[in-house]
């Protein structure tokens, strides 16, 4: 049974950093691309940050370049976002994903597997 499991949400203020965790089970972590989207009160869920299963690439939305970094740890089955310089447009339910040989898509339904979420919110 596969499972994803995110921590490291909560509420902080603006230009603050949270960090958040996934972690998996269940399936061969190594030969999975990883993602981050979110999901805002009335909108659609969004693409946020990927690392592919092989050759260490990355992939962001133009909304959080810079300030958001994804990285993986196969030996944990872990991914983690560390999130600086937050906004109150962060504020939203993060999601982490998993697309088994993915390319890093944008695509909500290129990924097999999703966490629950965890909840983030920046305050003005």
């Known amino acids: 049974q596969v499972q994803l499991v995110e921590s490291g949400g909560g509420l902080v203020q603006a230009g603050g950093s949270l960090r958040l965790s996934c972690v998996a089970s269940?399936?061969?972590?190594?030969?999975?691309?990883m993602g981050w989207f979110r999901q805002a009160p009335g909108k659609e869920r969004e693409f946020v940050a990927a690392?592919?299963?092989?050759?260490?690439?990355?992939y962001y939305a133009d909304s959080v370049k810079g300030r958001f970094t994804i990285s993986r740890d196969n030996a944990k089955n872990t991914v983690y976002l560390q999130m600086n310089s937050l906004k109150p447009e962060d504020t939203a339910v993060y999601y982490c994903?998993?697309?088994?040989?993915?390319?890093?898509?944008?695509?909500?339904?290129?990924?097999?597997?999703w966490g629950q979420g965890t909840q983030v919110t920046v305050s003005s």
């Open positions: 269940g399936l061969p972590f190594s030969l999975y691309t």
């Open positions: 994903a998993a697309d088994r040989y993915g390319l890093g898509s944008v695509r909500n339904n290129e990924y097999d597997h």
């Open positions: 690392f592919s299963w092989s050759g260490g690439s990355t």
